[in-house]
C-alpha cells in the first residue's frame, strides 16, 4: 500500500472508536471468511444433492465437511478413495492411504491412459505423491485478479457471489465425471485398493 492509501485509510479513523471497530473486524476476518466458504459449501452441497436425485444412475457421490471442504466420490466408495476435492482456493483429483494403495496408484497412472485425467484442469498448478493435480485459484469474476486470487480475497466471492462461484466449480468437477474418466477413477479404485479393505 503506497503511502497516500495509507494517508487516506488514516483519516477514516477519526476517533477511537472508529479504529477499535476496525481492529475488531481484522480479529473476525478469518470468522468472516470460514462463513463465506460454508455458504458456497451449502450452496454446491444443494445443488448436486438435487442434481444426483434427478440422476439416479449417475455414477457419482458428494460429501461435505469442515468449513469448506467437498468431495465428489464414485458413488459407494469410502470417504478416503480417489476423489475430487475442492478445499478452500484450490480444486484437486486426490488420493490418500486410507482406502487405496498409494504406491499401487503412483505406479499404475503411469501408463499413458491417465493422462487425460490432467486435461480435465484448466490448467495444472501443481501435483505431488498422492495428488495427480491440482488447480489453485483459478476462478474468474471479471476482475483483474481472475485466475490468480489471494485466498483472502476469493473467500469474499464464495460467500457474495455465490451461484456464480458454484457455477465454475460445478462447471469444473463435470468435466472430470465423463465417463471416459470415471471408468479411469473406477479403475484407479479397484485395481489400487489396499488388501485389508473391501
Same mark, same amino acid.
Given at each position: 500500500?503506497?503511502?497516500?492509501?495509507?494517508?487516506?485509510?488514516?483519516?477514516? /479513523?477519526?476517533?477511537?472508536?472508529? =479504529?477499535?471497530?476496525?481492529?475488531?473486524?481484522?480479529?473476525?476476518?478469518?470468522?468472516?471468511?470460514?462463513?463465506?466458504?460454508?455458504?458456497?459449501?451449502?450452496?454446491?452441497?444443494?445443488?448436486?444433492?438435487? /442434481?444426483?436425485?434427478?440422476? +439416479?444412475?449417475?455414477?457419482?457421490?458428494?460429501?461435505? #465437511?469442515?468449513?469448506?471442504?467437498?468431495? =465428489?466420490?464414485?458413488?459407494?466408495?469410502?470417504?478416503?478413495?480417489?476423489? $475430487?476435492? #475442492?478445499?478452500?482456493?484450490?480444486?484437486?483429483?486426490?488420493?490418500?492411504?486410507?482406502?487405496?494403495?498409494?504406491?499401487? %496408484?503412483?505406479?499404475?497412472? $503411469?501408463?499413458?491412459?491417465?493422462?487425460? $485425467?490432467?486435461?480435465? #484442469?484448466?490448467?495444472?498448478?501443481?501435483?505431488?505423491?498422492?495428488?495427480?493435480? =491440482?488447480?489453485?485459484?483459478?476462478?474468474?469474476?471479471?476482475? +483483474?485478479?481472475?485466475?490468480?486470487?489471494?485466498?483472502?480475497?476469493?473467500? =469474499?466471492?464464495?460467500?457474495?457471489?455465490?451461484?456464480?462461484?458454484?457455477?465454475?466449480?460445478?462447471?469444473?468437477?463435470?468435466? /472430470?465425471?465423463?465417463?471416459?474418466?470415471?471408468?479411469?477413477?473406477?479403475? $484407479?479404485?479397484?485395481?489400487?485398493?489396499?488388501?485389508?479393505? %473391501?
Amino acid at each position: 500500500m503506497n503511502e497516500e492509501l495509507i494517508k487516506n485509510a488514516m483519516k477514516m /479513523f477519526d476517533t477511537s472508536a472508529k =479504529w477499535h471497530a476496525f481492529l475488531e473486524l481484522v480479529n473476525q476476518s478469518d470468522n468472516i471468511r470460514d462463513c463465506w466458504w460454508r455458504i458456497l459449501k451449502e450452496e454446491v452441497h444443494k445443488r448436486e444433492l438435487e /442434481f444426483n436425485k434427478e440422476n +439416479p444412475d449417475w455414477d457419482w457421490d458428494i460429501r461435505s #465437511f469442515g468449513i469448506c471442504d467437498i468431495r =465428489w466420490l464414485i458413488r459407494g466408495k469410502p470417504e478416503n478413495s480417489l476423489m $475430487i476435492q #475442492f478445499h478452500p482456493n484450490f480444486l484437486r483429483v486426490f488420493y490418500n492411504g486410507g482406502y487405496l494403495d498409494v504406491n499401487k %496408484v503412483n505406479q499404475l497412472i $503411469i501408463d499413458q491412459r491417465f493422462d487425460i $485425467i490432467k486435461t480435465c #484442469f484448466d490448467r495444472i498448478d501443481g501435483s505431488n505423491w498422492e495428488t495427480i493435480g =491440482w488447480e489453485d485459484r483459478n476462478f474468474s469474476f471479471d476482475t +483483474p485478479y481472475d485466475g490468480k486470487f489471494s485466498s483472502q480475497a476469493l473467500s =469474499w466471492y464464495a460467500g457474495n457471489r455465490t451461484k456464480e462461484f458454484a457455477d465454475q466449480l460445478i462447471a469444473k468437477v463435470r468435466k /472430470f465425471q465423463k465417463p471416459e474418466i470415471t471408468a479411469l477413477f473406477k479403475e $484407479i479404485n479397484e485395481k489400487c485398493r489396499k488388501d485389508n479393505t %473391501v
